[in-house]
């Protein structure tokens, strides 16, 4: 066997999409890496990692916890109370994780393990990803549907799940950019018919 050539997919969609339970598909149905924007994020936050005293410095040291980790709760009060600061935090770790995942794509795509590596971030497109995945695919599900799986999952209220939603790209952008739309409003076996159509056209 020659190495595999390993396609880079960026996997988004608006928050209730259903994204979890593809992910969770796709690793265990396919010869992939699937790696979440937002786990490497938190990462960055951690003790020890590239902006962690840089954000302690932005932050200021009342953030912090006995054991020097910067507590979640305390920092989303700041960030929020404070756009300046937001775009600082943000402009220190965005690029962090970009940073990590070109070394993670480089990595994967030199071991030769693997066909697929797919990369899930909510901001994929406000962050570039387009120009760093081989294509992107956006799963989709009706706003209605969404609704109903985040008050059964999460328990959000109508007014919560309009806030967040009304702060998502449009359904029209997504389409725009992403080469794959994967219809997720129905069940979970139509959804993997759909993923299973695309892959094996590429294997």
Not at 20 to 40: F, G, M, N, P
Not at 134 to 161: F, H, N, Q, T
Request: hydrophobic residues 35%; aromatic residues 8%; contains cysteine.
């Amino acid at each position: 066997m020659g190495k595999r050539h390993t396609r880079i997919i960026g996997v988004t969609g608006g928050v209730g999409c259903g994204k979890s339970e593809i992910l969770s598909y796709l690793k265990k149905t396919y010869k992939c890496r699937v790696l979440l924007a937002d786990l490497v994020a938190k990462q960055m936050q951690e003790p020890g990692s590239a902006c962690y005293g840089e954000l302690v410095s932005l932050l200021g040291r009342d953030v912090l916890d006995e054991m020097g980790n910067i507590q979640k709760d305390k920092m989303a009060e700041k960030i929020f109370q404070d756009g300046t600061l937001l775009k600082q935090v943000n402009d220190l770790i965005h690029p962090a994780v970009v940073t990590y995942i070109l070394q993670q794509i480089e990595e994967t795509r030199k071991s030769g393990e693997y066909d697929f590596f797919f990369i899930e971030a909510a901001l994929l497109i406000e962050t570039g990803f387009d120009k760093i995945c081989d294509e992107l695919w956006y799963i989709y599900a009706k706003e209605e549907v969404r609704r109903a799986r985040l008050k059964a999952s999460r328990g959000y209220r109508d007014e919560k799940i309009t806030a967040i939603m009304g702060k998502q790209l449009p359904e029209e952008t997504f389409r725009k950019y992403c080469k794959v739309v994967i219809d997720n409003s129905g069940t979970l076996e139509k959804s993997f018919d759909q993923i299973d159509r695309v892959l094996e056209a590429y294997l």
